[in-house]
């Protein structure tokens, strides 16, 4: 199994900043893309930002030029740093990772448990 722990978010004011982060942890041989999703109250869930293992990177329009997606192979680490923080930005934010476990089976995604962020004066 795989375990994902998430941190950093909290309540900002517009224009402000934010670092989440991702740690994953357990049978991991390899972890393959991570990622960014966010769900607001009465949205669907949307993908924000995208990384390869190979370091390819995806924004959503919405975020191109403010947020930034990283990551720390050596600590199974994805981050998410948010600048320019909007209202609109106010969502529950999911980290997502494709772990490969073994060679036996492909590739999983595995979701942390979401952390909040609330962009608000």
């Known amino acids: 199994q795989v375990q994902l722990v998430e941190s950093g978010g909290g309540l900002v004011q517009p224009g402000g900043s934010l670092r989440l982060s991702c740690a994953a942890s357990?049978?991991?041989?390899?972890?393959?893309?991570m990622g960014w999703h966010r769900q607001a109250p009465g949205k669907q869930r949307e993908l924000v930002a995208r990384t390869t293992s190979g370091g390819s990177t995806y924004y959503a329009d919405s975020v191109k030029g403010r947020f930034t997606i990283s990551r720390d192979n050596a600590k199974n680490t994805v981050y998410l740093h948010m600048n320019s923080l909007k209202p609109e930005d106010t969502a529950v934010y999911y980290c997502?990772?494709?772990?490969?476990?073994?060679?036996?089976?492909?590739?999983?995604?595995?979701w942390g448990q979401g952390t909040q962020v609330t962009v608000s004066s």
């Open positions: 997502n990772v494709d772990v490969l476990q073994d060679y036996l089976r492909p590739p999983r995604a595995y």
């Open positions: 357990g049978s991991i041989v390899r972890i393959n893309a």
